[in-house]
């Protein structure tokens, strides 16, 4: 059954620029991507994870109290690719150099998984746990795009 309308979407992968380390943005729901650019900056809000601090060491707050802080910071730099798909057939791709120099943390989206049972050393009780695997947030990111990559990374 089709009502006629096209079906579109917009999926986008990210990648390291400098093939190392991890720290690339994650998008867990696809569906709820707001993406805007004007071929020179962007931002793309999206439900999901990027493991980097906002700035660069030092960090006064750590003074007070232990904060866990991730070796990554920004701005850092990624390969991003846009493709704009209608009726499942991609009908745009873009690619893209970008420079991510900020983020928004709006809300925690985590997942937290109801009585699971971990079978590890240090914890062989047996007890059912309530455990988030993934920490999440609705988060947008900023970015300027520093140049044009061919189609088709």
């Given at each position: 059954?089709?009502?006629?309308?096209?079906?579109?979407?917009?999926?986008?992968?990210?990648?390291?620029?400098?093939?190392?380390?991890?720290?690339?943005?994650?998008?867990?729901?696809?569906?709820?991507?707001?993406?805007?650019?004007?071929?020179?900056?962007?931002?793309?809000t999206f439900d999901?994870?990027?493991?980097?601090?906002?700035?660069?060491?030092?960090?006064?707050?750590?003074?007070?109290?232990?904060?866990?802080?991730?070796?990554d910071y920004l701005?850092?730099?990624?390969?991003?690719?846009?493709?704009?798909?209608?009726?499942?057939?991609?009908?745009?791709?873009?690619?893209?150099?970008?420079?991510?120099?900020?983020?928004?943390?709006?809300?925690?989206?985590?997942?937290?998984?109801?009585?699971?049972?971990?079978?590890?050393?240090?914890?062989?009780?047996?007890?059912?746990?309530?455990?988030?695997?993934?920490?999440?947030n609705l988060q947008?990111?900023?970015?300027?795009?520093?140049?044009?990559?061919?189609?088709?990374?």
């Amino acid at each position: 059954m089709s009502s006629g309308t096209p079906l579109t979407r917009i999926d986008i992968e990210i990648f390291r620029a400098d093939n190392g380390g991890h720290a690339n943005p994650y998008i867990c729901d696809k569906d709820t991507i707001e993406y805007t650019c004007d071929g020179k900056t962007g931002s793309l809000t999206f439900d999901g994870y990027y493991y980097v601090e906002d700035h660069a060491p030092p960090y006064p707050e750590d003074a007070t109290h232990y904060v866990s802080r991730y070796s990554d910071y920004l701005p850092k730099k990624h390969m991003m690719y846009v493709y704009h798909i209608e009726n499942d057939v991609c009908k745009e791709e873009h690619g893209y150099l970008i420079e991510i120099y900020k983020r928004v943390t709006h809300k925690c989206t985590d997942r937290i998984s109801e009585n699971v049972c971990i079978d590890d050393d240090d914890d062989d009780d047996g007890e059912l746990m309530n455990v988030c695997f993934f920490p999440t947030n609705l988060q947008t990111i900023y970015f300027n795009i520093l140049e044009t990559l061919p189609a088709g990374k």
